[in-house]
């Protein structure tokens, strides 16, 4: 049916036994709506047509494999984690669905920087959240999962700052148009070649 939403399954988890959920998070409600999400935006995922697309704090791989299943093999899909356990079960969440998922184990983007700055299309993130005394963030292990420190904050307060400067720029003209006051909307998107063509359109909404 032309325009119909796809539906996607969520990620073969099988490979993974009760005790490595001991070390790496499983997957929870957090996890699922993150999913639920992904397949609400897979119409503009898809438009985007994303070259790089990055989860930080990736843990059991289980939403980048569900991205990557969604947006399929043409993107490029990497993961880190503090957790080298949650890292290495990441590649294996991968290969268990048949998709190529690269880990990397450092803090938040920190191995990333230099190399995708500006070039990161899709970039998630389902944070540890839990109020807990600072002392237990940044641990390499199981507490990393839910250890939100003060607020709860302050993994994700560390980690905001450095999303401008990772995402890729499609949206410069947006930016530009919106501090003019204006709001774009893509009208139509088309791949010819090695192009990708769009069609913007600009209204004055101040
Ligand atoms: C709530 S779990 C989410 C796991 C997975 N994305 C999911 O949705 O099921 C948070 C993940 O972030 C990781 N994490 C916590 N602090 C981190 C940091 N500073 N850098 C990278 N990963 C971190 C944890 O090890 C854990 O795997």
Redesign the pocket.
């Known amino acids: 049916m032309k325009g119909a939403q796809p539906t996607f399954s969520t990620p073969d988890l099988s490979h993974i036994k009760s005790a490595d959920y001991e070390h790496?998070?499983e997957?929870a409600e957090?996890?699922f709506l993150?999913l639920d999400a992904l397949e609400s935006e897979y119409a503009f995922l898809n438009q985007l047509q994303p070259s790089i697309c990055v989860?930080?704090?990736?843990?059991?791989g289980?939403?980048i494999t569900f991205l990557a299943q969604c947006l399929g093999p043409s993107a490029f899909y990497m993961c880190?984690?503090?957790?080298p356990a949650?890292a290495r079960l990441s590649q294996a969440t991968g290969r268990q669905n048949n998709v190529l998922v690269q880990p990397v184990t450092c803090?938040?983007t920190s191995a990333l920087e230099h190399r995708l700055k500006g070039q990161i299309d899709v970039l998630l993130f389902?944070?540890?959240y839990v109020v807990t005394p600072s002392s237990e963030v940044?641990s390499r292990g199981i507490e990393?999962?839910?250890a939100g420190g003060e607020k709860g904050r302050e993994?994700t307060d560390r980690f905001l700052p450095s999303v401008s400067h990772l995402l890729s720029s499609k949206d410069e003209i947006e930016d530009m148009m919106m501090t003019a006051g204006f709001q774009m909307t893509v009208v139509n998107t088309r791949k010819a070649g090695r192009e990708h063509l769009s069609v913007l359109k600009f209204t004055r909404v101040t």
């Not at 989860?55 to 059991?60: I, L, P, Q, W």
């Not at 880190?80 to 957790?83: F, G």
């Open positions: 790496v998070y997957p957090d996890s993150m989860e930080v704090g990736s843990g059991s289980v939403c880190t984690d503090l957790n949650a803090d938040l389902n944070p540890p940044g990393a999962s839910w993994v």
